[in-house]
């Protein structure tokens, strides 16, 4: 009996500051499994520990990352700045694995939106792809918000891009909420390309509430935590200010908050505030926590609407970010958190917006499609099949 037919997936990401990047495409990958894809998740980023890619191949490549919110300066695993040579490593490795996966769909998790930076490897990786025959599938992964781009020439070489190689846009978003011409205006020039998923969300685990993690505590997170030492610190300081001063409250500080940033914390730290790397079961805590602070990226926000938690979020707007503070105001408006702005923060303000939020409803995804992981899985097995039923 011949085996069903599997079709392979090359999934491109590279988190530069945060985690958020490989975490939404973590959760995607799963999705695709479940969708019957073998996916090959290549990541440029430095590791993350506890990341569930199901059963995906991951491919590292020489770790990249930005010096700090500008992205302006690229440095290796050792903090020291990649020259050529590093580059022409990654572009190498980028096409031995695509040579070795021998795809049916590519995906780039936000290029062309993003990551102009890496063009170096990613056009070759796309050139090398449509030599191939048949040809896989392109497609690219992209959130709800973009970060408005630096010189007004960037947004039409989006579009020549996207027209010249890619065959779908997946914006996971829901238009609802934020549509993707608000913050990509010349999203109509790609119309044809375009196609909503709604939001990939990472539920909490089976049985979270009955497992007792978190219970009546205060979760305090910021993800990836590269520049989230601000939020923590003020969060120790407002707990004292809030009825909930009795609480356990756990901070958790992501893998890229330098080791000197989290002794300072742990220093800082009073009896009955916990502070730890983030950790895998974040879903499960925030499934049984009283109350959710936290900076406003989008698997965050998602994590805490999915748990139904009543929710604090401060949105970190430095550098030339627009997202966090866009989305976070936004769901303010329609009642779904309570937000305090990065220019406003402090423990008196923390503590407040703390008290508010606890005085409110809990937090619901009011409305958003969050079922965007398999609508994503299911276009992209859609389109793959109509590409090999063509090529036939």
Request: proline share 7%; charged share 25%.
């Amino acid at each position: 009996m011949t085996a069903p037919f599997q079709p392979r997936a090359l999934f491109y990401v590279q988190h530069l500051l945060g985690i958020g990047h490989l975490k939404r495409a973590a959760t995607l990958s799963r999705a695709m499994e479940e969708a019957g894809f073998a996916v090959t998740i290549v990541s440029g980023g430095k590791a993350v520990p506890g990341l569930d890619i199901g059963t995906a191949d991951f491919v590292q490549l020489a770790p990249m990352r930005s010096a700090d919110e500008h992205f302006a300066v690229m440095l290796d695993d050792d903090d020291r700045p990649i020259d050529d040579s590093y580059r022409l490593e990654r572009r190498d490795r980028l096409l031995e694995t695509l040579a070795r996966v021998q795809p049916d769909l590519i995906l780039t998790e936000l290029f062309p939106f993003g990551r102009r930076g890496l063009r170096s490897e990613i056009i070759p990786l796309l050139e090398a792809a449509r030599a191939r025959s048949p040809k896989p599938s392109i497609v690219c992964s992209v959130r709800d918000i973009l970060v408005a781009p630096s010189k007004p020439e960037r947004g039409p070489e989006m579009v020549a891009t996207i027209r010249q190689y890619y065959d779908k846009v997946l914006i996971h978003g829901d238009p609802d909420l934020v549509p993707f011409e608000q913050t990509f205006p010349l999203a109509g020039e790609i119309a044809d390309w375009l196609a909503y998923t709604g939001y990939i969300v990472d539920p909490p685990p089976t049985g979270a509430a009955e497992s007792g993690l978190g219970q009546n505590e205060v979760i305090v997170s910021a993800g990836g935590g590269a520049l989230s030492e601000p939020l923590l610190t003020a969060a120790i300081s407002a707990r004292g200010k809030t009825r909930l001063k009795e609480a356990t409250w756990r901070l958790l500080a992501g893998p890229s908050l330098s080791q000197d940033g989290f002794e300072r914390l742990r220093r800082l730290a009073p009896d009955g505030v916990i502070v730890e790397r983030a950790r895998p079961d974040f879903t499960a805590l925030l499934a049984n926590c009283v109350l959710s602070i936290s900076q406003g990226g989008y698997n965050t926000i998602m994590d805490v609407l999915a748990a139904k938690v009543r929710a604090v979020i401060a949105p970190y707007a430095g550098g030339k970010e627009t997202e966090q503070t866009l989305r976070a105001g936004l769901l303010q408006e329609r009642g779904a958190l309570q937000v305090v702005w990065e220019d406003e923060l402090s423990p008196d303000r923390l503590a407040s917006a703390v008290e508010a939020a606890l005085d409110g409803p809990r937090t619901d995804a009011v409305g958003i499609q969050t079922d965007g992981a398999a609508v994503s899985a299911k276009l992209l097995a859609q389109l793959v099949a109509a590409r090999l039923l063509a090529a036939s």
